[in-house]
């Protein structure tokens, strides 16, 4: 499998790249056409051009169809470039962007906190890796 890679990361809802101990994660999910007239992408809604990052809600930019944030997101799809940290195996895989909130053990501030997490398991070992976002 080859994934595409994105050309700037306004194609994107989300990017990131992480070192996980020993092995790394680069993830990026893609926008995707709005679901009613197929013409935009969905997007952050944009306020005297701007994009307003914050907002909990996508909305089209051809036929200003709109969704909560939630719910545009569960649909879209994780693309995930990882070496593992257990097994150092490299892979890409293709998760469903859904993040559930669950308590990680953080390694810069040595505690545990709350974080959104897309978890999937490594194709070689089967272990769990998370990529996780923290919450504000
Ligand atoms: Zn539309
Ligand atoms: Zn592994």
Known sequence: ???????????????????????KVVAWVFKELCPKCKKSLMGKPKEKGKVKIRAKKYV????????PKEEYENTL?????YTCP???HEGEIQVPF???KMQVFDEEEQKKITAEVV???CQKCGQNI??????K
């Open 1 to 23: 499998m080859a994934l595409k890679f994105p050309s700037s990361v306004e194609e994107c809802v989300y990017f990131t790249r992480r070192l996980i101990k020993d092995g």
């Open 60 to 67: 089209c930019e051809s036929c200003s169809y709109t969704l």
């Open 77 to 81: 799809t994780t693309n995930v470039q």
């Open 86 to 88: 257990h097994c150092k």
């Open 98 to 100: 859904k993040r559930r």
């Open 119 to 121: 978890r999937f398991q």
């Open 130 to 135: 998370d990529i996780t976002k923290k919450m």
